[in-house]
């Protein structure tokens, strides 16, 4: 397919002289500077000038790109797609065989031009034209309704080639569909929906919102556009409040949220696992309850800001119900149905506080309890470097020489919520100062429950311990009254090596430059321990070479594992996944010493999703 581009329009009577216009002329050269370097790169033309020579990169790249848009579940050709490139300068459907062509403008190799200081509007708008006419798209992109839009597209290899070939694959998008039964109210009635979907963060699971929908008419519901992944499904609570009708000294109704498929609360609702393309039927039923009103006092409250209000079911954290802070009276007011409730309230601020309190509604409005709102606290860290000795360190090369004064110097010390919602942020350690009694200090950290996590170069972790807790492998507990204890951190420099190599697979990768070339896969090994006797799990990106080498591990018994995918729920913690792994006799189970260098018999084989 032959594509043409549309001039840029034309005033010959425009001027540098127009100082009206000067500004224009100024952004529209600063334009020309900065992007030819991002979308030219080798080859050129030199041209002798006055200032002596200049040259004017020709981007490398191919004269045309053709391809095919495949679906990326079944490998089944897409017609009627839509390929184009991120600028929108071209743009092509593709055939019932999914195949698509771009044909570029022949290279305008004379001299460009001169956009140079006393340059007129024409000679930048001639240097602009030049310029389009020598680039080359870099990237294609595809979609079309029913397939997930998002990613970076597909990048077209620079090389000698006249013609690239790329394969574009579009995943299939998945839908969750149902109904909502509102009883005893207008059948027209609507009410929202909610989904979260779930991540994972260094192996702990978290629950992120990912849309809202709000009934038609008839009740039905649709999400669209959904990723592959699991998802919880709730109704969104809501009180009845018709002007109308609505008097408001008499008794409130709402519709508390309900959990699929019939829950009270986030942690008791069935997840729904989505493969791609799947379409998943929900329907859910929402009761008619009295709502009564909430007044909680807030003691100690900040001279300025707004606090963050979570509000659940007692011991069961997540979204459902909701509450609002008034400044005015600094009260926490809303309206609830029975049923006991814990109240959170804090912000996270260069000073910020938080507080927790318990409550219960039982058939009547709840009045008279206060939330005592405290300071947020600060940690010390105590680092000890439990191993000084000059030598070699790692490195299948042959190590290199760490002085026993600078090795674990680098140090990141920080605290993430153990909690499966973004209610509280992690906290980074900061070197503390001068007349301090530790070398770092985690400041600002709310009451609550968090995992310690450190990296460390040169060296591992080989304990850390807060009072008589053992914190490296167990969560620690942080509480209102005052900071308590500081964590000790003990590192050592005489850690195991792994040096092995991954069996990579013989398949080519959509990213590639003509037929029958192929691209090498990005590959991730995890050195995951298996019991508390050993440090924290490593995750290697694997070179092109598919050979790996690993230094400081801390000693104890681990299993490695390889992937050609990121696998964020694989930790430690996650005992079902590794028994199936166990199961299935996948990966390779190590024993390693201090300063022990094991190279791995044979290669390691990619594991398939678990």
């Not at 200090?441 to 807790?469: F, H, K, Q």
């Not at 321990?529 to 400081?552: H, K, N, S």
Request: proline letters at 9%; aromatic letters at 10%; a negative charge.
């Amino acid at each position: 397919m032959n594509c043409t581009e549309t001039s840029l329009p034309h005033n010959a009577e425009l001027h540098w002289a127009d100082e009206r216009r000067a500004p224009r002329l100024a952004i529209l050269l600063g334009f020309c500077l900065v992007l030819a370097p991002r979308v030219m790169s080798q080859g050129g033309i030199t041209i002798q000038s006055g200032g002596g020579q200049t040259t004017y990169p020709i981007p490398a790249g191919p004269d045309s790109v053709r391809g095919t848009v495949i679906n990326g579940k079944t490998h089944e050709p897409i017609a009627k797609a839509l390929v184009y490139t991120p600028d929108n300068r071209y743009a092509v459907l593709t055939d019932d065989e999914g195949h698509f062509e771009f044909k570029f403008p022949p290279r305008d190799k004379s001299r460009p031009p001169d956009p140079g200081p006393s340059a007129d509007a024409e000679a930048y708008r001639k240097f602009q034209q030049w310029e389009r006419r020598n680039t080359r798209p870099g990237t294609v992109m595809a979609r079309k309704p029913g397939f997930l839009s998002e990613g970076g597209g597909v990048r077209v290899m620079e090389t000698g080639a006249e013609r690239a070939e790329i394969v574009i694959p579009l995943q299939p998008e998945a839908l969750i569909v149902g109904h909502v039964q509102l009883p005893g109210v207008d059948s027209t009635d609507r009410i929202q929906l909610q989904i979260y979907r779930q991540d994972f963060d260094d192996g702990q699971e978290k629950w992120n919102e990912a849309g809202y929908v709000t009934t038609w008419a008839s009740g039905e519901f649709r999400f669209s556009e959904l990723p592959a992944g699991t998802y919880k499904l709730l109704t969104v609570e809501r009180t009845e409040r018709d002007p109308v009708i609505f008097n408001p000294g008499n008794q409130l109704y709402g519709f508390p949220p309900v959990f699929y498929p019939n829950a009270d609360d986030f942690s008791s609702a069935t997840p729904i696992k989505l493969t791609a393309g799947a379409t998943f039927q929900a329907n859910l039923r929402v009761t008619r309850r009295e709502y009564y009103p909430v007044k909680i006092g807030v003691a100690n409250p900040p001279a300025a800001g707004y606090p963050r209000v979570e509000v659940y079911l007692r011991s069961h954290p997540g979204p459902g119900y909701s509450l609002g802070y008034d400044s005015a009276e600094q009260v926490v007011r809303g309206f609830l149905p029975d049923g006991g409730y814990t109240l959170d309230v804090f912000k996270q601020m260069e000073d910020g506080w938080s507080g927790s309190v318990n409550f219960a509604v039982r058939g009547r409005p709840v009045e008279g309890q206060v939330v005592t709102l405290y300071p947020n606290v600060s940690l010390g860290v105590n680092i000890t470097r439990g191993y000084t000795s000059i030598g070699s360190v790692g490195g299948a090369g042959g190590g290199s020489n760490i002085d026993g004064d600078t090795w674990g110097r680098n140090v990141t010390v920080g605290l993430w919520p153990t909690e499966q919602f973004a209610m509280r942020q992690a906290v980074i350690a900061q070197p503390a100062p001068s007349d301090s009694d530790f070398g770092f200090v985690l400041n600002n950290v709310a009451a609550g429950t968090y995992w310690l996590r450190i990296s460390a170069n040169d060296c591992y972790v080989a304990a850390a311990m807060r009072g008589e807790a053992e914190v490296l492998h167990h969560s620690l507990t942080v509480g209102a009254e005052g900071a308590g204890a500081p964590i000790e951190v003990t590192l050592r420099n005489d850690g195991a090596e792994v040096v092995g190599r991954v069996q990579l697979p013989e398949y080519a990768s959509p990213l590639k430059t003509g037929p029958g070339a192929a691209a090498v896969p990005q590959v991730f090994v995890y050195i995951v321990p298996l019991g508390e006797t050993a440090g924290p799990q490593r995750r290697v990106d694997v070179p092109q070479d598919g050979v790996f080498d690993e230094t400081q591990i801390a000693p104890g018994t681990y299993r490695i594992l390889a992937f050609d995918n990121l696998i964020p729920q694989l930790d430690p913690a996650n005992t079902e996944l590794l028994h199936k792994f166990e199961v299935i006799g996948k990966g390779v189970v190590v024993e390693l010493s201090p300063k022990q260098t094991l190279r791995l018999p044979s290669p390691l084989a990619l594991v398939s999703e678990p």
